[in-house]
C-alpha cells in the first residue's frame, strides 16, 4: 500500500490518499476530489483521455506513483 497526498496528485489540499495499484489510487483519489473538490472532479470527468494534459498528468502520476512509500 502506497500514500500519496491530494496535492500530489493535482489536486488543493493535504489529504492523504491510499492505494496499492496506480489504479486503485486513482479511483481513491477521483473519491477524494468529489468529496472534497466537486468542482475539480467535474473537470476531471469533462476531459478526454486523449487530451494532452491528462495524458501528461498520467505520465506524472506513474513515476510519483512509483516513487511514493510503502506504507
Ligand atoms: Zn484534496
Known sequence: MKTMTCS???????????GSTPDEMMM????????????MAADV????????MMIAWGE???KDFDA????
Not at 481513491?28 to 468542482?39: I, R, S, W
Open 45 to 52: 470527468k469533462a476531459s478526454s483521455p486523449t487530451d494532452p
Open 68 to 71: 511514493a512509500p510503502e506504507m
Open 8 to 18: 500530489q496528485m493535482g489536486g488543493s489540499c493535504d489529504a492523504k490518499i491510499t
Open 28 to 39: 481513491n483519489g477521483m473519491k477524494h476530489l468529489e468529496e472534497a473538490h466537486p468542482e
Open 60 to 62: 506524472k502520476f506513474k
